[in-house]
């Protein structure tokens, strides 16, 4: 696995990084979370210890020296990525229950609505329990975020 660009792995090679520190039974735990690159380089012991449940220390300690190498072997332009540093261009949904279970949504820069009125949004979920125009999903340029606004709009 190419260690230059880290910031860049997908969940899949984050955990194959953890199948290579012999640490494979924490695979499920980081694919759960969506644990790409970008968010391993952010990890710190806290997390390991409260989020993924790493409680052996020196398991930690393994992952977190192995961090640290692959930090420090990052050009400067990719060593950080945080929310500000990064720019999104894409989120992705997926819905978990009723008749799009499973389906993917990827929302765009230009944004989104989600409704049951096929006119009006750009995601149709035809469930009693959805609005005609459910919900919006923008993405603000300055702060870097996607922001959802509940519309309900029966």
């Known amino acids: 696995m190419e260690t230059c660009s880290a910031s860049k792995w997908t969940v899949s090679q984050v955990s194959d990084w953890l199948a290579q520190l012999e640490l494979p039974q924490y695979k499920s735990k980081f694919e759960s979370l969506g644990i790409d690159g970008c968010l391993l380089l952010q990890i710190t012991e806290d997390d390991l210890a409260n989020d993924f449940q790493v409680k052996i220390r020196l398991h930690r300690h393994k992952i977190l020296e192995s961090l640290k ?21 894409s989120m992705i949904l997926k819905a978990v229950e009723g008749q799009c279970k499973y389906k993917i949504f990827e929302i765009t820069h230009t944004g989104a609505s989600i409704g049951r ?10 469930e009693s329990f959805v609005s005609r125009k459910h919900c919006e999903i923008k993405y603000n ?7 959802l606004r509940d519309v309900g709009l029966y």
């Open 69 to 89: 190498k692959l930090k420090e072997e990052q050009p400067k332009s990719e060593s950080e990525c945080s929310d500000s540093d990064c720019t999104w261009n």
């Open 117 to 126: 009125n096929s006119g009006s949004n750009n995601y149709v979920i035809n």
């Open 141 to 147: 340029q300055l702060t870097n975020q996607f922001l």
